[in-house]
């Protein structure tokens, strides 16, 4: 686009937002204060080919935010001109704008912006108004100008509704409702009747009404999708209460909110303070034997482990897939996991010989069935797409060599189609840049030097992660390897030859973009014998 930009840069479908360098833009003023020094917030529409300069400054301080016809950003009050954009007197604050693509009409929410980036989901941005920074007004009626404030601004009406609360570590949100903690110091109230006032007690507000309710329980960070939050609540917490059943109090146990039915459900489970999804109204999540009431929960003999258990708000059924395993993957229906092979009893679930691996298994947790993919995982891709997942495979967990190089010390990148049950190697080594499955695209950073000490890129040596996108056949199949290419004495014939297995799979499977032809030796029937 030639157009030097700073900072992250946020896409969502065509649309790409980003901010320009003022300085490194030839020292050009893009927002007509007189200077050259600021960062300038640009919006480029691929369908159109057409950049939209904004001319407005942005804070450095705070990442834009793009959803759909929304454009959600922080203007800095010095940078733009030295300009009051919260009517409190002075050029000194952060202040969220709104920019609606469709209409091209910039809103300023005319509020100092406090503590982390603004959150854009649909047509709800929720942030925190600084008390000290928004003329010294008191928005909570605590007496006092100290405080973060949690607001809500609806981008179809206009209106900003101001919450009166201060949240506490971190705030979710879908367009039915936002989730967040509440301080009880911060308020000198005690909000889940435990006697103290020393919890994050969970809150939500209805977009539908309007309206905020105290769930009474000490829950701090909570998970949201549609109309369901869940949280995991501290015994602790809420009053040194057994909240499992299992006789102590020293638990973290899993509570979910729905708005639907406007009940909160206690499913009574000790999980980890991480390793968990929710997405469709289902929760995916670990539970922890020794903390279960030493619960043996996988059936090999110990309470060690910590076992994967789904909960479906729809029908408020709790699934134990019996499963020890780390890391979870989830898009609704299906859920990728790491399973080890220590904590399933000491079971060789690859077929190497120990019981020392990580192994993939992949759920569909609506039919309840789980499949053992039976390949090393070293990492899972952070999203499951049209039934499809991305890993990358241990050589050493294998102890096979995956992408041909002659050795078995890399990652080697993986497809896997739930459809069909297929795990394709990509035959490339990923390197620490990772790899993203978008659609039915995956980007990886290859490993030239585990790639063979192949240079992919050009530049002379084989130190570097060359980017690469891979795009996913339907259905998924191997990528056929190429063992040798001979080319003719004369130099009119070259003789390729691939992989009889990996060939045999590809005809049968990818008709499309596999032929075998024989026509006298006019290999594509051009009517010569030169290509």
Same mark, same amino acid.
């Given at each position: ?83 009051? @954009? ?26 100092? @912006? ?5 959150? @854009? ?121 057994? @909240? ?288």
């Amino acid at each position: 686009l030639g157009l030097s930009i700073l900072g992250l840069h946020q896409v969502d479908g065509s649309l790409v937002a980003f901010t320009v360098n003022e300085a490194s833009q030839g020292g050009t003023d893009l927002n007509g204060d007189g200077d050259a020094v600021d960062l300038v917030q640009h919006l480029f529409d691929a369908s159109t080919g057409i950049v939209t300069n904004l001319g407005i400054a942005t804070s450095p301080f705070f990442a834009s935010q793009l959803d759909g016809d929304s454009l959600a950003f922080v203007v800095s009050e010095s940078a733009e001109g030295n300009t009051d @954009l919260n009517g409190d007197g002075d050029v000194f604050d952060h202040v969220p704008h709104v920019y609606d693509v469709s209409s091209g009409i910039t809103h300023n929410l005319e509020l100092a @912006l406090g503590g982390g980036t603004p959150q @854009l989901v649909g047509n709800l941005l929720a942030f925190q108004v600084r008390e000290s920074w928004q003329a010294s007004t008191d928005l909570n009626g605590d007496g006092d100008v100290l405080d973060l404030i949690l607001h809500v601004h609806d981008i179809g009406s206009g209106s900003t509704d101001n919450l009166g609360l201060q949240p506490g570590f971190g705030v979710s949100m879908s367009e039915d409702l936002v989730a967040f903690g509440v301080k009880e110091n911060g308020l000198g109230v005690d909000l889940n009747a435990d006697g103290d006032i020393n919890d994050t007690v969970s809150h939500v507000y209805i977009t539908s009404t309007g309206t905020t309710v105290n769930l009474a329980i000490a829950g701090a960070t909570p998970l949201v999708d549609g109309t369901v939050a869940a949280w995991k609540v501290s015994e602790t917490g809420q009053g040194s209460t057994d @909240l499992n059943g299992d006789g102590d109090t020293h638990d973290i146990v899993w509570h979910v909110y729905d708005t639907v039915s406007g009940t909160t459900t206690n499913l009574g489970l000790a999980t980890n303070p991480f390793q968990e999804a929710l997405q469709d109204g289902r929760l995916a999540f670990f539970v922890l034997e020794n903390q279960q009431g030493n619960a043996d929960l996988n059936g090999d003999g110990d309470a060690t482990d910590q076992v994967l258990h789904v909960y479906d708000a729809n029908t408020q059924t709790i699934n134990n897939f019996g499963l020890a395993a780390f890391s979870v993957v989830f898009n609704g229906s299906l859920a990728a996991v790491r399973v080890t092979e220590s904590g399933q009893g000491g079971v060789d679930l690859n077929g190497d010989g120990d019981t020392n691996d990580l192994i993939v298994h992949v759920v569909d947790v609506v039919n309840n069935t789980a499949v053992n993919v039976g390949l090393t995982v070293f990492s899972l891709s952070s999203r499951i797409e049209n039934g499809r997942l991305a890993f990358s495979v241990s050589e050493t967990g294998e102890g096979k060599d995956l992408n041909g190089d002659g050795d078995v010390s890399d990652r080697v990148l993986f497809a896997y189609d739930a459809s069909t049950g297929t795990a394709a190697n990509l035959r490339l080594a990923t390197s620490f840049s990772g790899f993203s499955l978008s659609g039915n695209h995956l980007s990886v950073g290859v490993n030239e030097a585990s790639q063979g000490n192949e240079d992919l890129n050009g530049d002379a040596d084989t130190d570097d992660s060359v980017m690469h996108l891979v795009r996913l056949s339907s259905p998924l199949s191997n990528v056929p390897v190429i063992e040798s290419v001979d080319v003719g004495a004369e130099l009119k014939s070259m003789t390729i030859q691939l992989n009889e297995t990996d060939l045999d799979e590809a005809l049968a499977t990818d008709v499309a973009n596999y032929r075998v032809r024989t026509s006298g030796g006019d290999g594509n029937g051009d009517g010569d014998l030169f290509n």
